[in-house]
């Protein structure tokens, strides 16, 4: 069975880290657990406030670096970016998005027939393909609550 982290699950954390032979360390699961519990996509700086709020004496510079070696071992993805700070998407497994233009914000969902979306032979042809997400745009419910 291929493990993915669905749920949070610190057995998922744990292999990976195994394989990429990182330590797993109280610190490294107090961010990965928040960043898991964190449905906004948010990036180094918000997640560093809410993980000091666990490790009083945590930087941002070490969250910062936790995030991006999470992103390179395969716990988290960076999501696109619009010449923001970086945003982290612990959601590894295939989903959408949806962008609100006005707000900024990023809510994922499922959409299956979105899974099976056709990718060009061109495209194809040129690029090696390792993800397909589709982003929606407009504007959130709050959002159009507010206009
Ligand atoms: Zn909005
Ligand atoms: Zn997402």
Redesign the pocket.
């Known amino acids: 069975m291929r493990l993915n982290n669905k749920n949070g699950s610190l057995d998922f954390f744990r292999e990976k880290c195994r394989a990429f032979n990182l330590k797993v360390t109280p610190q490294r699961i107090i961010i990965y657990k928040e960043l898991f519990k964190s449905k906004d ?1 948010p990036n180094a700086e918000v997640l560093y406030k809410r993980v000091k709020n666990i490790i009083p004496d945590i930087s941002l510079d070490t969250v910062n670096r936790t995030l991006i070696t999470f992103s390179k071992i395969g716990i988290a ?1 960076v ?1 696109e970016g619009y010449g923001e700070a970086r945003r982290f ?3 590894t497994e295939n ?3 949806f962008r609100c233009i006005n707000c900024n914000s ?3 969902f499922d959409f299956k027939p979105y899974d099976d979306i056709i990718i060009p032979g061109n495209i194809k042809k040129r690029f090696t393909i390792l993800h397909k ?1 589709v982003l929606l745009e407009g504007y959130c419910d709050r959002c159009q609550k507010n206009k």
Do not use: C, S, W
């Open positions: 996509h993805n999501v998407d612990p959601h989903h959408h998005h990023l809510i994922d997400k």
